[in-house]
């Protein structure tokens, strides 16, 4: 990869990061589930009315959209409103790399090879590490959410490998697009009128700074930049990057918002991002009958998703 090439990769990687404290900070502002409608309905307008109509049937852009915008997303940022900290949700999200490739079994017949199994292993050890540390030391429920929302990030990977959308950036708007009512609803029922409208009528230029960052800089520029690399490079040259999205996660949690990172998570950093990075670099075995599909990268930002993502 060209140096510039490679400098727009860490920089999405630190988007990506970074996001996860904006979310921390976002979640004094609004509800979660109404905060993850707003962002993908920023995301989507008014970008979809100039982007044309999806390259994919409306199955792939429902279906990853829900799966995305309403598991992955409303589950993180539900789980981070519950306790999860900001640094260890940017980490915990990476497990979505061994769902990624258990469905791609189920679903698209991609057999790993014992180097990705041993892998995935690893990072399963890892995550049961962080939930003994989180557990002890802090709410195992959000804890819970945001390894749930690591399986829908999970699904949304295959079903967007399914889709392979020849257009990703306009996919990425119309599945913006799709969790918007849904949140909204969820929002409504569970969070509550009272507590929605009180939250867009205090909306002040931080909260909109917020909700622009997230919808603009993480998802689509950030989505846009990744395609690119993507498009421009080999899957296995690109995907290793995502592995410094902890990193940043961690590290600006610790700097700007002061979370404490203990021995014990640390160790649950090494293992999962060493296990995650076995999954992801592992070859394919040669004799296998279908194609082999790399570990998908992020379809929104890690925050996400996010990001995808992302919260």
Do not use: Y
Request: aromatic content about 10%; some cysteine; glycine content about 10%.
């Amino acid at each position: 990869m060209r140096s510039s090439h490679i400098a727009l990769a860490v920089l999405v990687t630190a988007i990506w990061g970074v996001n996860f404290v904006v979310i921390e900070v976002g979640l004094d502002h609004f509800p979660p589930l109404l905060f993850s409608a707003l962002r993908f309905l920023v995301a989507a307008l008014p970008a979809v009315f100039f982007v044309g109509r999806p390259t994919v049937a409306w199955k792939w852009v429902v279906g990853v959209g829900l799966a995305l915008g309403v598991m992955k997303f409303g589950l993180l940022f539900v789980g981070m409103n519950q306790g999860m900290p900001a640094g260890l949700s940017s980490l915990v999200l990476q497990i979505q790399a061994v769902f990624t490739a258990l469905f791609a079994f189920v679903a698209l017949g991609e057999r790993p090879g014992r180097i990705r199994l041993a892998g995935m292993v690893v990072a399963l050890v890892g995550i049961g590490v962080a939930a003994a540390d989180e557990g002890a030391s802090g709410p195992l429920l959000g804890f819970t959410l945001v390894v749930v929302a690591a399986v829908g990030w999970g699904v949304s990977n295959v079903l967007t490998r399914k889709a392979a959308p020849s257009a990703p950036f306009t996919f990425m708007v119309w599945t913006s697009a799709v969790p918007v009512l849904p949140l909204l609803a969820l929002s409504l029922t569970f969070e509550g009128w009272d507590r929605d409208t009180q939250a867009l009528a205090s909306l002040d230029w931080t909260g909109a700074g917020i909700i622009a960052f997230v919808a603009w800089v993480t998802t689509l520029f950030g989505f846009d930049a990744w395609s690119f690399l993507l498009r421009s490079h080999p899957a296995s040259s690109v995907a290793p990057f995502t592995l410094l999205v902890p990193v940043f996660g961690m590290s600006s949690a610790a700097l700007f918002l002061g979370e404490s990172v203990s021995p014990l998570r640390w160790c649950a950093a090494a293992l999962l991002v060493g296990g995650v990075a076995l999954a992801s670099l592992a070859p394919a075995p040669r004799n296998r009958a279908v194609q082999r599909v790399d570990t998908p990268a992020p379809a929104l930002p890690v925050e996400d998703h996010e990001a995808h993502a992302s919260r």
